[in-house]
């Protein structure tokens, strides 16, 4: 069985990931999965116990993190967050392909524990429409906005550690080149050792 | 001005790799153009000088070799072929992606000279459909056969060095699996840097 593939995705507040990502995953052609992060914040009205996040004790968290049960862990607000690792390696097993959205902080330890993921960033097409978009869905003042622009010029000085760069300026477009990108990581030569080595029998 | 890739394309010979590289250049998709190889040998009937290959003299095909003007170059059946480096360079300074057809010790010289080159190989589904392909062909006698299925071993040995593997089975999900690369390759960081770099400031 051929392992599945974990993809990592990031990119600043209001690029638009999470509505790349929701598009990604509602057409099963790339055999793709959401992985749902563990929280130790209470649950909000309206999500879903095991759909929006996997919720958990502070402490329960924290025996989780200490025992290397996450691949990858932070803490926003007071609350952790994490991605638990036994439900991604059991996908990726079946041969399923993972997709995590997670900050660049998180996809920089995903990859540092596990070397073959691909990690995806997604970029505004300037700042100045960065700024637009934060401004526009109004869930931010002036000032979370600076502070959004802020994080995202610390996020984009690391783009380089990513494997692939797309530029979220026509959603179609974008998601169009993310299933491509999906597509071709599957055709990689390391991933197709087994093949080979077959073939040469 | 983004610059070009260059995608060398190799496989077993029967493995319908020209099949696949003339899908590919159908479609200006990946705006990709096929780079023409100099010879020393003879033209042939039904050749054209500049569209099958670019006819030369082997004391001017030497010269051109030696003087450093070749990506790569070989001998095969006592005549030389090579790829002219000047005209590859031009068109991916224009921002055109270029393909080579070459064979597995072209592809690693290409590689060598020019790291940012993607070098895809071909498979066919199995070595029995290989045999059965080169039978079907009927250009090849049953010792030239099991001599292509020898250095199919040897190609195949290499097949770790490149970047992707794309199994010949189907005509149209090969050629659709390469297109995808070629798409996904675009989006590499390290070609986007220029953008990044922009859009920090």
């Keep these: 069985?051929?392992?599945?593939?974990?993809?990592?995705?990031?990119?600043?507040?209001?690029?638009?990931?999470?509505?790349?990502?929701?598009?990604?995953?509602?057409?099963?052609?790339?055999?793709?999965?959401?992985?749902?992060?563990?929280?130790s914040r209470n649950i909000r009205a309206g999500e879903i116990d095991g759909v929006t996040y996997n919720y958990t004790t502070p402490e329960k968290f924290r025996e989780m993190a200490e025992s290397g049960c996450m691949l990858e862990w932070a803490v926003y607000g007071g609350n952790y967050y994490g991605t638990p690792k036994k439900s991604v390696l059991e996908r990726l097993d079946r041969g399923e392909n993972v997709l995590l959205e997670i900050d660049v902080q998180g996809a920089l330890k995903v990859k540092k524990a596990f070397d073959?993921?691909?990690?995806?960033?997604?970029?505004?097409?300037?700042?100045?429409?960065?700024?637009?978009?934060?401004?526009?869905?109004?869930?931010?003042?002036?000032?979370?906005?600076?502070?959004?622009?802020?994080?995202?010029?610390?996020?984009?000085?690391?783009?380089?550690?990513?494997?692939?760069?797309?530029?979220?300026?026509?959603?179609?477009?974008?998601?169009?080149?993310?299933?491509?990108?999906?597509?071709?990581?599957?055709?990689r030569a390391r991933r197709n050792t087994e093949f080979t080595e077959r073939l040469k029998k």
């Design 1 to 39: 069985m051929k392992q599945g593939i974990l993809f990592v995705m990031s990119g600043p507040s209001g690029t638009g990931k999470g509505t790349v990502c929701a598009e990604l995953l509602k057409n099963k052609d790339n055999n793709l999965f959401l992985s749902i992060s563990t929280t």
């Design 116 to 187: 073959d993921a691909v990690l995806i960033f997604i970029v505004p097409p300037s700042t100045e429409e960065l700024r637009r978009r934060l401004e526009s869905r109004g869930r931010e003042n002036e000032d979370q906005i600076n502070e959004r622009i802020k994080a995202a010029e610390f996020e984009l000085d690391n783009a380089d550690k990513y494997d692939y760069i797309a530029v979220n300026d026509d959603l179609a477009s974008c998601v169009e080149s993310i299933r491509a990108i999906m597509k071709a990581e599957q055709f």
